[in-house]
C-alpha cells in the first residue's frame, strides 16, 4: 500500500457517548487473548485494581501487533505512542479470574491507529471493562509521525469489523 494514497477506514462516527456506554459482547471483537490475573492485581476492595485495565488493553494491542503484525518493539524504526486511553467499568474482574481480552479496530488512518478493547471473564457475556486506547506511529529517533507499515496496516485492517470473517484465536 503506497502511505501517499492511503485513506482512513472508520467504523461508526467513534465519537457517539450513548455508544460508548453500551456493554459490548464478546461477539464485537475478532481477536481475543487470554490474560491471567495475579494475587498482587487485586486491591483492598477485592477486584483487580483499575490501574490494570490498561496494562490488560496495552498486551492485548502489542501482543497483536507483534505476533500479526511484524512490530519490533526493540529495534523497529518505527513505534507506536499511546497518545489517548480512556476505560469504562461494568463490573469487577478479580484473581483467579482470566481475563480474555477483545481487540477491534475502530479507524485506521495515515500514522493513527484507535483500537476499542472488551475484557471479559469466564461465562459472563457482557463486556466487564470496555475502552480505546489512540496509538501515533512514529520514527524511534525523532519521534516524529510516520505511515503506517504496510505489515501493521494488514493487520490493523484483518480487526475492523467489517472487514473480518470473525474471530481469531490469540
Not at 476505560?87 to 495515515?110: D, K, M, S, T
Request: charged share 15%.
Amino acid at each position: 500500500m503506497n502511505p501517499s494514497t492511503t485513506h482512513s477506514i472508520t467504523v461508526g462516527d467513534g465519537t457517539s457517548a450513548a455508544k460508548d456506554r453500551e456493554q459490548r459482547l464478546r461477539s464485537d471483537y475478532p481477536y481475543f487473548l487470554r490474560i491471567p490475573t495475579r494475587w498482587m492485581d487485586n486491591d483492598v476492595y477485592g477486584h483487580v485494581n483499575n490501574v490494570l485495565y490498561y496494562s490488560f488493553f496495552d498486551t492485548v494491542i502489542n501482543q497483536y501487533l507483534i505476533s500479526q503484525g511484524g512490530l519490533d518493539i526493540h529495534a523497529g524504526a518505527v513505534i507506536g505512542l499511546a497518545v489517548e486511553t480512556k476505560c469504562r467499568f461494568f463490573g469487577p474482574i478479580a484473581f483467579p479470574q482470566i481475563v480474555e481480552a477483545g481487540l477491534r479496530v475502530a479507524h485506521i488512518g495515515r500514522s493513527s491507529v484507535r483500537y476499542e478493547i472488551g475484557l471479559f471473564v469466564e461465562s459472563i457475556a457482557p463486556a466487564c471493562a470496555q475502552g480505546h486506547f489512540v496509538h501515533v506511529f512514529v520514527d524511534r529517533n525523532t519521534r516524529t509521525s510516520v505511515p503506517i507499515p504496510d505489515a501493521l496496516r494488514n493487520a490493523m485492517t484483518r480487526l475492523v469489523p467489517a472487514m473480518n470473517a470473525g474471530p481469531q484465536p490469540a
